[in-house]
């Protein structure tokens, strides 16, 4: 069993909670430095773990919430940071609209590599009470999120995010710089929810998707046809595969066929 020690705290390391910690201030100061904050902000860390980023961010922000599993570390940010609003409990099963009563939020967070998609449409669902993102992730995962078409990385979680989100790739962080180390390089992607006009069918487009993208190597025509009535299709040419729709491409094929339906 790995242990952990900081200031006079002593954790064992539970991988199931994605805990690496960073240790290495350059990048820590990176990070937060390209979440663009301002005293103003409201800002919500997702996993503070030892508080590596809540520290920076306190340097700048005083409306700091931080949303932590791990009892023991919730404990140690408490009497850490009595400035920070900290919640004790799931980020999954935080209620952003209540988070968001004094202002919308930027979120900020290495977080948790085992959760990094529930978490991702978390986001996306409440988006509505987001400003920004800015969270550290598995790289692989952080290139899949802001791929472009035609590349092996360009699927699912590229269109749905993108359609909805800017999102961009803003730099790698190597292994070296985590306590215990994690087998895999990670990211920095930042996150800023856009407003289009799909707004309203951000459940069914996420389906139209899905179903689009079910057979790689398959031409749309063969993975929509079951689901979607195709006859008289003209923005998007049915022969061709998910993979080398663009994401407007996708916006579009997606209204014909809603109108039609
Ligand atoms: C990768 S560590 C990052 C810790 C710290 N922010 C850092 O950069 O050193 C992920 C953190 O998220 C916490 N965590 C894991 N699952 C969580 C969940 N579902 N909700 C809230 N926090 C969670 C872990 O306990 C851990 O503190």
Redesign the pocket.
Known sequence: MTKVEYKHTEIAV?KK??????TDRNI?RKIVRSAQLDPDDNVV??????????REICNVCQNVTA????PA?ASFIRSEFPSVNLVE????KVDFQELAANGQLKVM?????S?TSPILFKLLENRRHIISETL?MQHEVALRLAARPGTKEYGILAVQLQTFCDVRYLFKVGKKV?RPRPEVDSAVVGITPRSTALDRYEHEFRTFVRTAFRQRRKTLQNNLRENYNLSGISSVDLQRRAESLSVDEFQLLFTELHAGS
């Open positions: 539970k909670l994605g805990q690496n910690f960073l820590i860390e997702i996993g503070p773990g030892f508080g590596a980023l809540t949303v932590e599993k791990d570390l409990g799931d980020i999954l967070g290495n977080i948790p590599y959760i550290m985590f």
